[in-house]
């Protein structure tokens, strides 16, 4: 049986260790190899703690969602409500648009979140929720059942 967890929280870091805490112990009990449970650590903390970053930036209000499954592989999906072009446009940077040093400091941040989080995740995805509104950061790991 599929067994899901959702959270949302208010956009406050100090929520983001909760985040982590929680999907370490799904990934634990999903069957997550021990070895992989770092990489799963920080890369939810890294994902949630972007999407809080920008819910406080465009003030948006909403809580972030972060929902976690086991269907086959262990998967995490972190929701925020940003104006899309704030959370999802640098998600196709590459090393050397990173290291262009004309980048605003925002983006630079912004970039580098998702550059450590494609160190982390081999499964990664960034897309629009909405027209407009939200971008979700899938990440996969796989269960060695």
């Known amino acids: 049986m599929m ?4 959270l949302s929280f208010s956009p406050a870091p ?20 021990e070895d992989l449970l770092d990489e799963v650590r920080l890369a939810i903390g890294e994902a949630c703690t972007r999407a809080v970053a920008l819910h406080r930036q ?26 899309i ?3 999802i446009g640098l998600a196709a940077l590459d090393a050397d648009q ?4 004309s980048l605003t ?4 941040t912004t970039g580098v979140g998702f550059a450590l989080l494609a160190g982390f995740v081999e499964d990664l995805q960034v ?3 909405e027209e ?10 796989p269960i060695g059942r």
């Open 132 to 141: 407009g509104v939200g971008t979700e950061v899938r990440m996969v790991w």
């Open 98 to 101: 990173l290291a262009n040093e």
């Open 14 to 33: 100090v929520h983001v260790r909760t985040a982590r805490l929680v999907g370490v112990a799904v990934a634990r009990r999903a069957g997550v190899r």
């Open 85 to 87: 072009e704030a959370g």
């Open 105 to 108: 400091d925002e983006a630079l």
């Open 3 to 6: 067994a899901t967890v959702r």
């Open 58 to 83: 465009y003030g948006v209000p909403d809580p972030v969602l972060v929902e976690m499954s086991d269907s086959g592989a262990y998967a995490v999906r972190v929701v925020d409500r940003a104006p």
């Open 127 to 129: 897309r629009p929720v």
